[in-house]
């Protein structure tokens, strides 16, 4: 599948700021599962310069400055990805009796540890414990642990924010994709398997709109690694493995690796901020 992507993001302030210093994770990954074939960035006031790095966990980052003082900042990412099918043999057992060994893997370790928005705390240890029981497939742990946050946890816009801690959506079991995210990675690290954060969109086709609280935004999910398959994606807002109607663009240990868009400046701490994002099918 084909997707044309624009992401845009303004921000209105009571005053006006300076020495506005940005970082933008808006750039979607290019790997075996998914190609971007062009990416342009858009900044209002014009005349800032655009540097581009790949960050440790190998994403796209565009950082960028404007030193004059200004009311408003307006950025727009516009991409073309083409995505693909993975062939992958999925029913191939994923041993859990290898997951020891993974904790001697420099690439996974920080995704099977605890991070600034994903605690291992006893409550979470327990959690994990009560949904995974015995098993014999790593796969089907992370689909189970899916499976239970889809069914226990209730998505519900507007009742967190993105510092809501972990710990109040467990007790409150409600929140939205970026929440269900970090839950299904608390829950798997606990139980000794790697999981990342994953941010990107969500693309469903209007016939089937009606069927998803999500449809052509931004959106969340995780990477578990299996072994002897690799990484794949898991969705817990929708219950569903990964596929071409979803376009990666970052991976982190969870949120606050892999934010959109952050900065700083000097000035006014009061903004108004509206993101709109739009998602076709070209292909």
Known sequence: MKFEVQHRTSYVYESPVQDSFNEAYLCPVSDQ?????????????????????????????????????????????????????????????????????????EWLYDFLHASERVPLSLMVIHEAKQVLGEYHDVQTAAERIMYFIHTGFTYAPGTTVVETPLSAVFLEREGVCQDFAHVMIALCRAAGIPARYVSGYF???????????????????????????????????????????????AVGRDYSDVRPLSGTFRGSSNAEMDVAVEVTRIG
């Open 203 to 249: 693309w469903m086709e209007e016939s089937r709109a009606g069927a998803s609280d999500d449809n052509t935004v931004s959106h969340a999910w995780v990477d578990c690694f299996l072994p002897g398959i690799g990484w794949a994606g898991f969705d817990p807002t929708h219950n569903r493995r990964t596929s071409e109607i979803y376009i990666k663009v």
């Open 33 to 105: 599962f998914q190609l971007c074939h062009t990416f342009n960035l858009d900044i209002t006031p014009s005349g800032a310069s655009i540097l581009r790095r790949l960050d440790f966990y190998t994403n796209q980052v565009h950082s960028f400055e404007l030193v004059d003082p200004h009311e408003k900042l307006e950025v727009t990412a516009r991409s073309t990805v083409e995505t693909f099918a993975d062939a992958r043999d999925f029913s191939v057992t994923s041993c859990p009796s290898l997951l020891p060994d993974l904790q001697k893997d």
